[in-house]
């Protein structure tokens, strides 16, 4: 079992570009959230797709979005790149069924600079 | 919303020395408490939980703490090995089923 799996692992952006990031769950897990780390602080909530709809959001603006698709996998976006956008971007993966106690498996990150 | 402070935001120790990491939370709704061990260029990594209806919880040299009164719980490391250097998050999971982090320890075990 590869675990969950993100890429890119790196990614230098310009402001105003637009970024894409992707994310492969664990197998058997259905549920996905992303989360972005800037430095030196821990994971913040940015939103949860479950059944490739959006089911829960962070206090994030509209420029990030997402997008879950039939095979659990999902997609990051985020447009109009600010400065303070730089950071570790997460992806975890969690099987529904369990909820709350169910363990959130986190991939490796994409590191994202912005300049 | 819920809000988590960690303390300390860095803790140094001598090889066999036991850590003790802090945290407080907010939401008297919460109901699940997770720690996770993040080593560098690396995901968080679960370590450790404790649920509200359990005080204490242990494996092996790691145990955690919870105070629902007082609304804190700690994390800890007992006989510490170098290995165990990494940043250890708190988190606490409540009504909305998303965790919210503590900002980190960086934990730094000296041979």
């Known amino acids: 079992d590869a675990g969950v799996t993100q890429s890119p692992t790196h990614l230098i952006k310009t402001r105003g570009q637009q970024v894409t990031l992707r994310c492969s769950p664990k197998s058997g897990h259905d549920t996905v959230s992303w989360y972005q780390q800037a430095l030196g602080q821990g994971p913040q909530f940015i939103f949860q797709?479950?059944?490739?709809?959006?089911?829960q959001r962070g206090n994030f603006p509209d420029r990030f979005s997402g997008h879950q698709f039939p095979n659990y996998s999902s997609e990051l976006n985020v447009n109009a790149l600010l400065l303070g956008d730089s950071a570790l971007y997460l992806c975890?993966?969690?099987?529904?069924?369990?909820?709350?106690?169910?363990?959130?498996?986190f991939g490796p990150g994409t590191r994202l600079t912005v300049l | 919303g819920e809000n988590v402070e960690q303390h300390p935001s860095t803790l140094s120790v001598q090889e066999g020395d036991s850590a003790v990491i802090k945290c407080t939370y907010s939401d008297s709704a919460s109901n699940y408490f997770p720690w996770y061990k993040q080593e560098l260029g690396k995901g968080p990594q679960l370590i450790i939980d404790i649920r509200s209806n359990v005080g204490e919880k242990k494996d092996q040299r790691i145990a955690v703490t919870l105070n629902k009164t007082a609304k804190h719980f700690s994390l800890h490391i007992t006989e510490t090995q170098p290995e165990d250097s990494a940043v250890y998050f708190c988190a606490a999971k409540g009504g909305s089923y998303i965790p919210t982090f503590g900002r980190g320890t960086s934990l730094i075990v000296h041979p």
């Open positions: 975890a993966s969690s099987s529904r069924q369990g909820a709350p106690y169910n363990e959130q498996f």
């Open positions: 797709y479950y059944e490739e709809e959006e089911r």
